[in-house]
């Protein structure tokens, strides 16, 4: 008998998968701009600056959007410094950080590195030290048609098209004390509702992210959500969700149950969303913008962002190295995301590159992947179409900080095509056996790929990274992982403490 069921019928749908649910995040903080996607002195750099080998990375990573300029820098920005003559631009120091911000790269670098590289720019406005004027007047620079000041501006920079950015956070984590120009849930709602307002007056087609909170943690958590929403839920498109999970003093099996933390958070916010709607009688859904996402040592590594000491030159600002381990928790956080893609269009990996990113740089030197880059690109490849309702049957498993959690888990995604995309956590430390039950289609498995959890301490460097690749991140051999086929169930081996993607067919019988 096997361990755990997990059931596939083609009429059970859980949604499409937006593209945008591989998005990532560039914030200017530390080394993800400067010396991260830009370096001008590299010998890979193009004729703008911009790092080609780091691109190129990107691009097998798979990410379609890319979150811009923050993060808690956004909270501080005065984006009009950045435009324009680049010799004409001043630094600025950026309280989030605290570190001097050179403009070198502002909105035109950013979009159109983004446009050249094929990736949808999400860009926030500042809602900490700005306002309405600030957020409607970026807006027209960047979407608006000749003839009006901002939009001229634009143009007399040098760029004519408009670059017509659809999605649009109303600040960031505007309910963390950390946050400049942090408000209570009221000054916030009010503000977000006034700036989303005029935002849409310059450009209806946009669609807006409010913000939610920065955790489940909050303790403003839920009222926070209902007040929000309560000013601005006729305005916007979205709300946004963040979370880091990290492995506390060695308690890997909480750690490895991040994904059941994620799932509970999804539901709650979801159900405070559709509570207000409730309320107001409105068939309108929020959705969810989860912006901000990934394994972070925050409360065990982070010194927190008023300890910084004031830095310039790109400081090396949380440059989280990865394990296996923690790899395998990125593999199952995406298996959770989506299982909502009926609720959650837009994530971002939270970062993209040098600060808690799956790529990493040497200043005139290497970019390599870290091990979370595989997961990663392998769902973001693998998972196309629809995501099913897969129904997992599975003992679950006491952890300290999460509660009962299950012991497997599954999403799986069917292309038009019939194209399978599987994906598969074992958080057991022992080999369990999966039945894949799969009524009403056919499943074959082809393709299979798999990161196991290490013990090891992660360690800076391309060399470290490529040894936890050698160690952990392998091929499956399908016809040996799966252990027997029979009427209508397929049964695969699953490694210890791993995460699996499978591709294949599933099509009607
Ligand atoms: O991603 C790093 C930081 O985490 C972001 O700036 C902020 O939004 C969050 O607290």
């Given amino acids: 008998m096997a361990d755990a069921r997990i059931t596939l019928h083609p009429d059970f749908r859980r949604g499409t998968v937006d593209r945008r649910l591989f998005g990532s995040f560039v914030e200017h903080l530390g080394r993800a ?20 080998d780091v691109a190129d990375l990107i691009t097998e990573l798979g990410v379609p959007m890319v979150r811009y300029p923050g993060g808690n820098f956004v909270s501080n920005y ?23 911000e050179p403009n070198l790269v502002g909105t035109d670098e950013f979009l159109q590195w983004a446009e050249r590289e094929g990736i949808e720019p999400m860009m926030a406005v500042n809602l900490g030290t700005r306002g309405v004027d600030a957020a409607a007047a970026l807006l027209e620079y960047c979407n608006g048609e000749a003839g009006t000041r901002w939009a001229d501006l634009r143009i007399a920079n ?16 505007m309910d963390g004390p ?19 307002k005029a935002m849409k007056l310059v450009d209806p087609s946009i669609e ?47 750690f490895l149950a991040s994904g059941t933390a994620m799932d509970q958070f999804i539901d709650r916010v979801v159900a405070s969303a559709d509570a207000v709607g409730a309320e107001r009688r409105s068939d309108k859904k929020i ?20 300890n910084l000491p004031i830095q310039r030159d790109a400081p090396r600002i949380i440059e989280d190295v990865y394990s296996g381990l923690d790899a395998v928790v990125v593999g199952d956080l995406l298996v959770t995301l989506l299982n909502h893609a009926d609720r959650v269009p837009v994530a971002a990996l939270a970062q993209l590159v040098n600060v808690i990113a799956p790529i990493m740089t040497e200043p005139g030197g290497e970019a390599w992947r870290q091990p979370t880059f595989h997961p990663f690109a392998t769902t973001a490849r693998l998972a196309q179409g629809t995501a ?65 959890a290490d013990h090891e301490p992660a360690v800076h460097g391309p060399e470290h990274a490529a040894k936890v690749a050698e160690t952990c991140w392998s091929s499956v051999d399908v016809a040996s992982a799966v252990t027997g086929t029979a009427g209508g169930t397929t049964t695969v081996r699953l490694a210890p403490e791993s995460w699996t993607a499978f591709s294949g067919t599933f099509t009607r019988a």
């Fill in 388 to 452: 099913l309702d897969v129904r997992v049957e599975a003992p679950s498993y006491e952890t300290t900080r999460h509660g009962a959690a299950p012991t497997v888990t599954a999403a799986a995604t069917v292309g038009d095509d019939g194209a399978l995309g599987l994906f598969l956590t074992n958080r057991t430390d022992r080999v369990v056996e999966v039945d894949l039950a799969h009524v009403g289609a056919a499943l074959a498995l082809t393709e299979g790929h798999q990161m196991v």
């Fill in 158 to 173: 040098g760029r004519t098209e408009p670059y017509g950015v659809k999605l649009w956070c109303l600040g960031n984590e």
């Fill in 33 to 52: 701009v400067y010396t991260g996607i830009y370096e001008p002195e590299h010998a890979q750099a193009d004729e703008h600056g911009f790092r080609r």
């Fill in 208 to 254: 807006l992210v409010v913000c939610g909170s920065s955790s489940m943690q909050m303790p403003t958590f839920g009222e926070w959500e209902r007040v929000v929403l309560s000013y601005t839920y006729d305005i916007v498109d979205h709300i946004s969700m963040h979370a880091y999970y990290e492995e506390h003093g060695g308690d890997r099996r909480s």
């Fill in 178 to 196: 950390w946050q400049i120009g942090h408000k209570d849930a009221h000054e916030y709602g009010k503000l977000a509702a006034e700036a989303g």
């Fill in 78 to 100: 005065v984006w009009e410094d950045a435009v324009g003559p680049v010799e004409e631009r001043k630094p600025f120091l950026d309280l989030a950080w605290r570190t001097v």
């Fill in 287 to 306: 959705t969810i913008s989860f912006d901000e996402w990934n394994v972070w040592y925050l409360e065990t590594r982070f010194p927190g962002e008023s």
